[in-house]
């Protein structure tokens, strides 16, 4: 089983639709965790920072249960522009605090007109 | 600032060849991993060097050494090439703080193929 599990996908939503992406993992001492996004054939960048309080950046919320350890990640209103894979990423460091992370495979969101 | 920064962006190699990435970051960055990635697989962590001087291994390290050679600097050599080798490899760089990491910034990627 991976540490870090998400449906690859992909999403197909029309515009303005609202889509809910879940993510879980594997290792209960997980400290921190992260939605990345990945255009095609591009790096990985940071989205937002998944926090116990949950987050929100606009169209985007983030949630975490620690209890069922799950990550979530709610795009409201989607644009075209939205269209990417969603990376989920847990940093498990604990104690040895080297910043090391782990990847889920990533889920794949299309948007269409 | 260019950020981070990767040479080559492509490259191609017989089975048996040797090679070095390059990865350089202009943040002043302490910590520089080294990913892969394989579709279906997502990101995995191949080295890393959380300061200047030292490196370890992360989950896939075999086939693979790397030097951190200045703050700057942390390089990936494939001694002997193997077509399972065939990746993107990402290097990447974060800041560490007090008591956490802040986000990783990533390079563009090296596309390399091995024949």
């Known amino acids: 089983r991976k540490e870090v599990e998400q449906d690859p996908g992909p999403f197909n939503v029309p515009e303005g639709a609202t889509v809910a992406f879940n993510c879980t993992y594997s290792?209960?001492?997980?400290?921190?965790f992260f939605w990345y996004r990945q255009d095609c054939r591009k790096e990985p960048k940071l989205l937002m920072s998944v926090y116990s309080s949950g987050n929100e950046d606009g169209r985007f919320t983030a949630q975490l249960n620690r209890a069922s350890q799950y990550i979530s990640l709610l795009i409201r209103d989607s644009k075209l522009s939205d269209s990417a894979t969603y990376l989920c990423v847990v940093n498990r460091d604990g104690s040895s605090n080297t910043g090391k992370l782990i990847f889920g495979q990533g889920t794949t969101l299309q948007v269409k007109p | 600032n260019a950020g981070v920064t990767q040479t080559p962006k492509f490259q191609v190699l017989k089975t048996g060849q040797s090679m070095t990435l390059q990865c350089a970051q202009d943040?002043?960055?302490?910590?520089m991993y080294w990913y892969r990635q394989d579709p279906g697989m997502g990101l995995r962590l191949i080295y890393y060097s959380a300061s200047e001087g030292t490196t370890d291994k992360g989950e896939v390290p075999n086939g693979y050494n790397v030097s951190r050679l200045n703050k700057r600097e942390f390089s990936l050599r494939l001694e002997s090439a193997a077509p399972s080798q065939t990746s993107v490899y990402f290097c990447?760089?974060?800041?560490?703080?007090?008591?956490?990491?802040?986000?990783?910034?990533f390079g563009p990627g090296t596309r390399l193929t091995v024949l």
């Open positions: 990447a760089s974060t800041q560490r703080g007090r008591s956490s990491y802040n986000e990783q910034f």
């Open positions: 290792n209960s001492a997980s400290q921190s």
């Open positions: 943040m002043n960055h302490n910590s």
